[in-house]
């Protein structure tokens, strides 16, 4: 039965959500830009406090940064919540590790110390999927940085990454990890997903803003806070001219 593990071990599993969910709220683009950079990466460019952001305002060291760390978010809590309950044998080691990837990517995108504004939720998911499937993800990381090279958005990367991962979980990995795993699996890419709604609505519109990250790679990007500054200073000051306020409504 689909949850006759769950129903064993149920308490464990409540306690690995709520750990996994505290962990992925840890916010480190907000500590990032906060500590290293003296401002708050949520003022500037998109708001998102998501490693895309912080390499647009930062630049790509930054975005790096960020992007391991919050990736290193899944690791943690896939291999914790797995060798935590391993001796309750291996049915439970393995959805510990589904049920942690799944709450750490719920975590990071509806973090509550944030008011439930957080990232996107591609890194840390990206960090489950190198933990609950590594060889998969080892075939994939090639194909995911082709895209992102050839695009040029990283949104276009995490949407197409998602729609694989749910498609292949149902077709191939459904015998081998039952359906419990699967279901948490398509839930947390099924989060992602819901993030990039309006990337979604953007690359179809074609409004969709691109990375510059081979520009970036060849130490040409400019990625400088004040411009970013001056850059909202002018649109404040035009919707000042235009009798609008800064929230969007007329005066």
Not at 49 to 75: E, F, H, I, P, Q
Request: glycine share 8%; net charge positive.
């Amino acid at each position: 039965m689909m949850f006759d593990v769950f129903v064993k071990f149920w308490w464990q599993f409540c306690i690995v959500a709520v750990l996994s969910y505290c962990v992925g709220g840890i916010n480190f683009a907000v500590i990032f830009s906060r500590l290293i950079k003296k401002s708050d990466v949520r003022k500037f460019g998109s708001g998102n406090s998501g490693a895309t952001n912080m390499y647009r305002v930062y630049g790509l060291r930054m975005g790096a940064l960020t992007l391991v760390c919050d990736a290193l978010k899944g690791v943690v809590c896939c291999l914790v919540a797995k060798y935590s309950v391993i001796t309750l044998g291996a049915d439970a080691s393995l959805h510990a590790s589904y049920i942690a990837g799944l709450f750490a990517v719920l975590g990071h995108v509806f973090p509550v110390l944030f008011k439930f504004r957080g990232g996107k939720g591609v890194a840390t998911a990206i960090g489950v999927s190198f933990c609950v499937q590594p060889i998969l993800m080892l075939c994939c990381v090639l194909s995911m940085l082709a895209i992102i090279l050839l695009t040029d958005r990283m949104s276009v990367m995490s949407c197409l990454y998602s729609v694989f991962m749910i498609v292949w979980c149902w077709t191939m990995l459904l015998p081998s990890i039952g359906l419990f795993c699967c279901t948490c699996f398509t839930i947390m890419f099924i989060i992602v997903l819901f993030a990039h709604r309006h990337n979604i609505i953007r690359v179809f519109t074609r409004k969709e803003s691109r990375l510059g990250i081979r520009k970036a790679l060849r130490g040409k990007g400019e990625h400088h806070l004040q411009e970013l500054k001056e850059r909202e200073e002018r649109k404040n000051a035009e919707k000042e001219k235009n009798g609008i306020n800064g929230d969007g409504t007329e005066k």
